[in-house]
């Protein structure tokens, strides 16, 4: 157990746990919400996210950009990531609204048991990710460098970069609009409403197929930023970059309660940093292992996750 | 009515099953050729899919020029190739080696590429007779298992390892140095001899996840850069390092990465960005592709439109010990097993000669460095004393 390693290193590990996180937390909010709605965990929302890494890179290939290209003026660059969170939203929703569609709705309407629902969505999760797979032959494919990372402070031996930066007020951005949207629109208060008991929201006029193709739509949404943000950050991506980053996504939503918008910003951002204290004190091996640990051990404490409450029960 | 249907399906059934058990039975019995040593095939066992698939393909396309050569020599399809593909994966590889080892005909594998797959799939090798070539799997305990099949065209991380250790300490001038690995049996074990070699000048060690599974490395290079180490060595495949490479140099790290022959790859630069990966060092139990004899090289570009890859030569090298292995008589395994024990080739990279163990003979052994330049390709370093 390396303490010294660790209490040397707490400056620079919490900031990139703290970006790690972020990039977790948006990707968590598309479990969170599907199941918060309808209890159904959504394993396709891996390849919801993968979808809008490879859709920003070809966008960015229309324009030349390949992992050895110089980095744009900033004009340029503001355009491009802004397009590119454009193309990934529209990617990742289309993705989403597809899996529903495709493989949800018919279930849903023949009442089949939650069993087919899972089965379903884990068949949805490879099926995609193989296929990306086999078009890609496996391999990476290189990210531009849009943003060089610059030290923007220093703390001691931290360095706090730009790119670190915007990951991290995006996302909590993107947590307070949707947390604004949910709780205040009428779109929102029908989702809730689906969540608390979609029969009765179907009787109080409630378009029940409209709200489950948005809270799709809206997890999509959130991916996508969580995807053009990976894809600046780390500089790759792969057909199993969703399936790595969404067991790290659902877990981090469990941890934070499932169902619940908040707990999945403070699960993503827990276990983000938590992750990378324990590769510290224990070495880089034990990082997955050492979630699991804390997810199991917090459980034990609160099963309902860190923040308990789920979408359908509002704040009084 | 559905009684009848039933029954009638079911003894069509049964009599196709018998009938293609037949079949298959007098397939297999009049393959016996009259003295003209065709209709055999060699087979390419290895990744041709995955994270670490460049190395594999290197080897199967210098494998396949080998036997085409030969083939338009004899003037006729004699040897047929056969590819299966581990994905590199040591879960894979047990499945389709099994897989393998049921064609009858196949007289000799060249492969495993990689040190975790040859530990899952040379028993299945094994325990069949069907002899291997690996022309790069480095992993010193492979030969200690005490396999008849195994037979390395290389050195082992014997000679690779303090071949790197020496050029860190001694070219590089390194006293800080942090080794890392992928807990693979290749990337392990090499890290394990270059940090026995470097001694006290490990300033500190981590292990990350296996290629492929990982993509944020964080937490490994703020512990390489709070170690003040000046160069890192990383026990792992060209992805991985690649990545690494990536966020040391965001992390504003100015040292040198050093690694090994699963490192040897375009890929490396293709993960790193070019202007990153420039200045890397990797080392290889194989001399430059480009110094390889005859008319390899551009045999090579010709057939594959790309330059020779990394072991493409050793490759070609090894398909060709079982082709003269064949002109000599040996069509069956066992005969091609026995001749590989006293075989003395004169190749295209190296000369071969196996001890009983089925290592490369020790005067034989070679091993470079190479230095990744700015156009992301591995360039011959220099030679390197292997101890």
């Known amino acids: ?242 399936f790595l980053l969404g067991i790290e996504a659902f877990t981090a939503a469990v941890l934070g309660g499932i169902g619940n918008l908040r707990g999945a910003l403070l699960g993503g951002l827990l276990l983000g940093v938590l992750q990378n204290y324990a590769a510290g004190l224990f070495g880089t091996q034990w990082l997955h292992a050492a979630s699991f640990v804390l997810l199991v051990l917090i459980l034990l404490v609160r099963p309902t996750g860190l923040l308990g409450e789920s979408l359908g029960r509002a704040r009084a | 009515m559905r009684q009848v249907l039933a029954r009638a399906i079911g003894g069509v059934a049964v009599i196709g099953l018998i009938a293609g058990a037949a079949a298959c039975n007098s397939d297999s019995s009049s393959d016996t050729t009259s003295g003209s040593n065709c209709g055999y095939k060699l087979a390419f066992f290895g990744a041709l899919t995955g994270s670490a698939a460049n190395l594999g393909v290197n080897i199967e396309q210098g494998f396949e020029l080998a036997v085409q050569q030969y083939n338009t020599k004899k003037g006729s399809d004699c040897i047929t190739v056969q590819k299966f593909d581990s994905q590199g994966d040591p879960a894979v590889a047990p499945g389709v080696a099994r897989q393998l080892v049921t064609d009858k005909k196949i007289l000799g594998v060249v492969g495993p590429p990689f040190s975790g797959e040859s530990e899952a799939a040379d028993p299945i090798f094994e325990a069949a007779g069907i002899p291997t070539i690996t022309p790069s799997a480095t992993r010193v305990s492979l030969a200690a298992n005490g396999w008849k099949v195994f037979h390395r065209a290389v050195a082992n991380d014997d000679a690779q390892g303090p071949a790197a250790a020496n050029y860190i300490k001694d070219t590089l001038k390194a006293t800080k140095v942090f080794v890392a690995d992928d807990q693979s049996a290749y990337g392990a074990g090499l890290a394990d001899v270059v940090k026995k070699t470097l001694g006290s000048a490990v300033v500190g060690t981590d292990k990350t996840e296996a290629d492929g599974k990982q993509t944020d490395f964080s937490a490994t290079v703020q512990k390489v850069v709070s170690s003040g180490a000046t160069v890192m060595f990383y026990g792992g495949y060209y992805q991985n390092g690649g990545l690494i490479r990536k966020q040391l140099t965001a992390a504003n790290w100015k040292g040198t990465l050093v690694g090994g022959d699963g490192m040897k790859d375009p890929g490396l630069a293709k993960a790193a960005g070019n202007a990153a990966a420039e200045g890397t060092i990797v080392t290889c139990p194989c001399s430059p592709p480009e110094k390889a004899g005859g008319t390899f090289v551009t045999d090579y570009k010709a057939k594959w439109n790309v330059d020779a890859g990394t072991y493409s030569d050793v490759a070609f090298d090894a398909a060709n010990i079982y082709l003269a292995g064949l002109d000599a008589g040996n069509n069956t395994p066992e005969k091609m097993n026995t001749y590989l024990t006293t075989v003395d080739y004169k190749g295209i990279a190296n000369e071969y000669k196996f001890t009983s163990t089925g290592e490369l003979d020790p005067s034989l052994i070679k091993v470079w460095t190479f230095k990744f330049d700015a156009s992301g390709v591995e360039i011959a370093d220099q030679e390197v004393k292997t101890s």
């Open chain 1, 1 to 242: 157990m390396n303490f010294s390693g660790l209490i040397q290193d707490f400056g620079p590990l919490t900031i990139t746990g703290l970006a790690q996180g972020a990039i977790i937390a948006l990707f968590a909010l598309g479990y969170t919400l599907v199941y918060g709605v309808l209890r159904l965990i959504n394993f396709a929302h891996s390849e919801v996210f993968l979808m809008g890494t490879y859709f920003c890179l070809l966008v960015w290939g229309l324009f030349g950009l390949d992992q050895n290209s110089a980095t744009p003026s900033t004009i340029a660059v503001i355009g491009l990531v802004l397009l590119g969170m454009v193309v990934a939203i529209v990617a990742s929703g289309a993705t989403a609204l597809a899996v529903e569609l495709v493989a949800y709705r018919p279930l849903r309407k023949r009442n089949a048991p939650p069993l087919a629902f899972l089965i379903t969505a884990i068949g949805a999760s490879l099926f995609l990710s193989e296929t990306v797979g086999v078009i890609t032959k496996r391999n990476i494919t290189g990210v531009p460098p849009l943003i060089r990372p610059r030290d923007v402070f220093v703390i001691g031996n931290t360095h706090v970069t730009n790119l670190q930066i915007l990951i991290i007020v995006l996302a909590l951005v993107m947590m307070y609009v949707l947390d604004r949207f949910i709780n205040r629109s009428r779109l929102g208060r029908g989702i809730r409403a689906v969540a608390q008991n979609p029969d009765s929201a179907a009787l109080m006029g409630v378009n029940k197929s409209r709200v489950i193709s948005l809270v799709f739509l809206l997890g999509g949404l959130m991916a996508g930023i969580a995807a053009v943000m990976y894809d600046l950050k780390i500089g790759v991506t792969r057909f199993d970059a969703g």
